[in-house]
């Protein structure tokens, strides 16, 4: 997936706990995406970042859900006190193409999050 | 409000015969269509886009139609192989800002050998 760059690939959390889903978009590229796959759906937006700065976060629900992309290191998607709703697909995707043009956008393998 | 809808949950054809699979979308601001395959427990791949001021983009055996009067687009795979069985997305975006990917809900293609 064009060097998208995901881990853990799987996490198992207790309802209440929190998950940390870490994302490297391709080299060299400063911005990522998120989106959600919830069971028997397709993906739904949630997040666009670049470093240090959230462009669009109007997918994000509005509690426990927080992105950041700091200009060292990956991309995070934190969940704080996560319930069984939160079980789902979380992948991150790394856009190829200028900003505010028409851009295709590579994904990474995702993390499989599952809440006990 | 479903702006991107993929009709089919699921479609079957035979090996070496043509593969079809149907998107329609609601929002004319849309300018930039794309199609993904994802196999279980990976992520989307990309396969082919289209951008509106074209109706027709080919790639090898994937060719993309896009009928903007009608807002639908189609994947046309020629000739199908056991290796396409997969789900296929549909996504779309519009220029600006974001460029963020609405998705249809999928389509599950199998192919029979």
């Known amino acids: 997936n064009a060097g998208v760059m995901q881990n853990p690939r799987h996490l198992v959390r207790r309802r209440g706990q929190e998950a940390r889903l870490r994302c490297s978009p391709m080299?060299?590229?400063?911005?990522v995406y998120w989106y959600r796959q919830l069971p028997e759906e397709g993906l739904k937006f949630m997040v666009y970042?670049?470093?240090?700065?959230?462009?669009?976060e109007s997918g994000m629900p509005k509690e426990r859900f927080s992105a950041e992309f700091p200009k060292e290191g990956p991309s995070i998607l934190r969940i704080q006190q996560v319930v069984r709703g939160d079980s789902a697909a979380y992948f991150c995707?790394?856009?190829?193409?200028?900003?505010?043009?028409?851009?295709?956008?590579?994904f990474g393998p995702g993390t499989r999050l599952l809440v006990l | 409000d479903q702006q991107v809808k993929q009709n089919s949950p699921s479609l079957s054809v035979q090996e070496g015969r043509i593969s079809i699979l149907n998107c329609d979308y609601t929002n004319s601001m849309f300018d930039y269509f794309l199609w993904y395959k994802k196999y279980p427990a990976e992520g989307p791949t990309f396969l082919i886009s289209i951008s509106s001021i074209k109706d027709k983009n080919e790639d090898g055996r994937f060719t993309v139609f896009l009928n903007k009067s009608a807002k639908h687009l189609s994947l046309h795979i020629v000739p199908s192989q056991p290796g396409d069985s997969a789900v296929y997305f549909c996504?779309?975006?519009?220029?600006?800002?974001?460029?963020?990917?609405?998705f249809g809900t999928g389509t599950l293609l199998a192919v029979q050998p």
């Open positions: 995707a790394s856009p190829r193409g200028g900003r505010g043009m028409q851009e295709t956008q590579y």
């Open positions: 996504a779309a975006s519009a220029s600006g800002a974001t460029n963020k990917l609405i």
């Open positions: 080299k060299g590229h400063s911005h």
């Open positions: 970042l670049q470093k240090e700065n959230i462009i669009d």
